[in-house]
């Protein structure tokens, strides 16, 4: 199977360990370009991570709750009607804060 990775660059570790282990079970993997790469200003980021979506037959994401970027790559992968895969989800996050607040503070 073909996958494309997509989250936030802060879980870029992360993500070549998981695409190491998905290699090792026999998969085709993509990483996505990550912000930090010189080779590609924005644009060329996004419309690189567009085709690696594309190419691929399931996308997984890591993702922090905060990225734009990975949250713009999930919509591409929502628009193609992707399988998809959550491998990592941050669960501290504002929404979380909020929700636990609004149980602690319920008259």
């Not at 090792?24 to 996004?46: K, Q, R, T």
């Not at 922090?64 to 999930?74: I, K, N």
């Amino acid at each position: 199977m073909k996958i494309a990775i997509i989250g936030s660059t802060s879980y870029e570790s992360k993500m070549q360990d998981y695409a190491k282990q998905l290699t090792a079970e026999g998969h085709e993997v993509c990483l996505p370009i990550f912000d930090s790469n010189p080779l590609f200003d924005d644009l060329a980021l996004a419309e690189e991570n567009r085709e690696n979506i594309i190419w691929a037959d399931r996308v997984d994401i890591f993702w922090d709750c905060r990225s734009v970027g990975a949250l713009f790559d999930f919509g591409i992968a929502f628009a193609y009607w992707k399988p998809f895969k959550v491998v990592y989800l941050e669960e501290k996050t504002f929404m979380s804060i909020m929700k636990k607040y609004e149980e602690k503070v319920k008259g």
